[in-house]
């Protein structure tokens, strides 16, 4: 799976000159071209590691449905538990158009209170990250200071603990 290996070459195949993905629970809608998706969201993604795995899949006409567990360094540290999405991915011309995501585990209590904890301790703790600021960003150099902030914390709650 291109995704699952941050593999940007094979994902430039995969996609059309530009991507739409929308979280209607959320009222959230993203655009990208292809270059944005792959240089600076697939970027993004891959610092954290992750594993996806596709547990159901049905293609439809030009539709395909897929349940998809993710797993990754972000997601364990907010959750504690794999993040599980029904997508429904549109294609034009053999690429893929258009991404709808709903989320069918997401914990936002836990997500809150974890992401609350790491921004109030990190400008405590850490205020040269800025990660108030940086934590939203999803490019590759946001993503590792988010990951940093993370590796601080837990090793900062380690060491608390022995």
Do not use: C
Request: glycine share 2%.
């Amino acid at each position: 799976m291109a995704l699952d290996a941050s593999n940007s070459s094979k994902m430039k195949d995969l996609l059309s000159d530009s991507l739409i993905t929308t979280i209607p629970k959320y009222e959230y809608e993203v655009r990208y071209s292809k270059n944005d998706y792959v240089g600076n969201w697939l970027k993004w993604d891959s610092v954290f590691e992750p594993t996806y795995k596709v547990l159901e899949m049905n293609l439809e006409n030009e539709t395909l449905k897929a349940k998809v567990s993710k797993t990754d360094k972000r997601i364990l540290f907010f959750m504690h538990k794999p993040f599980l999405t029904n997508y429904i991915i549109r294609f034009q011309n053999d690429k893929i158009a258009s991404i709808e995501e709903e989320y069918l585990n997401f914990d936002e209590s836990t997500w809150g209170k974890n992401r609350s904890e790491l921004l109030n301790w990190t400008k405590e703790n850490h205020p040269e990250l800025n990660l108030d600021r940086f934590i939203n960003i999803q490019t590759e150099s946001g993503g590792k200071k988010l990951l940093k902030a993370i590796e601080l914390y837990k090793d900062q709650k380690q060491r608390a603990t022995q």
